[in-house]
C-alpha cells in the first residue's frame, strides 16, 4: 500500500471526567455571576474542546428539558 492509499481511522475520542466538570463548572458560574462573567469562558472553552459534540447537546437537552441529573446552582 502506497502512502497516498494509506486509509487514517476516525474514532470520537475517549471518556474525559474533565469533560463533564466543566461543562458543569460553565452553568454554576454563569447562574452564579452571569454570561457575561469573563472567567466562566474558561469552563465554555474547556468543555468544547474536551467533549464530543453529541454529547454536549445531549446534556444542553437533558438541562433545558429539566432532565439533567446535576445541580448546576452554586
Not at 4 to 14: C, F, R, V
Not at 40 to 46: P, Y
Amino acid at each position: 500500500m502506497s502512502d497516498a492509499a494509506e486509509i487514517t481511522k476516525l474514532s470520537t475520542a475517549g471518556f474525559d471526567a474533565r469533560c463533564w466538570q466543566n461543562y458543569v463548572d460553565y452553568y454554576k458560574c454563569i447562574n452564579a455571576r452571569g454570561e457575561d462573567f469573563a472567567p466562566c469562558k474558561q469552563f465554555f472553552r474547556a468543555y468544547h474542546a474536551l467533549c464530543p459534540n453529541e454529547w454536549i447537546e445531549k446534556w444542553d437537552t437533558q438541562r433545558e428539558e429539566g432532565r439533567n441529573p446535576s445541580n448546576f446552582e452554586v
